[in-house]
């Protein structure tokens, strides 16, 4: 595994996984720009990546610990990251809600 091509968020996860094979975790593909009929576009498709084109080099795919390990050795990948879960922003209301008042 190349380590220098994941993030931090991904290192850390990748610890946290009990089987290797199990696909769990969402991972952002960063990639050089992909030539057509190259294997990297083989690559990506057989790991589930879908709506590959050369404009693209920013690909998502749902990867085992071990997909991962062997996506980081290929010399097109510049880095993987974690994608990370949206959550809603407290914006400070203090627990009052936002309405409209008839006047």
Known sequence: MNYQKLDAAL?????????PEERSLVVFIHTERLIE??????????????????AKDVFTATLSPNEISKLSEQPWVQYLKLSQKM?????????????MSKN
């Open 11 to 19: 290192a850390m996860a990748l610890n946290q996984v009990h089987d």
């Open 37 to 54: 009929g190259s294997a990297a576009i083989a690559v990506l498709e057989n790991l589930g990546v879908s709506d590959i084109n050369m």
């Open 87 to 99: 959550r809603l922003i407290d914006r400070g209301l203090g627990g009052r809600s936002i309405g």
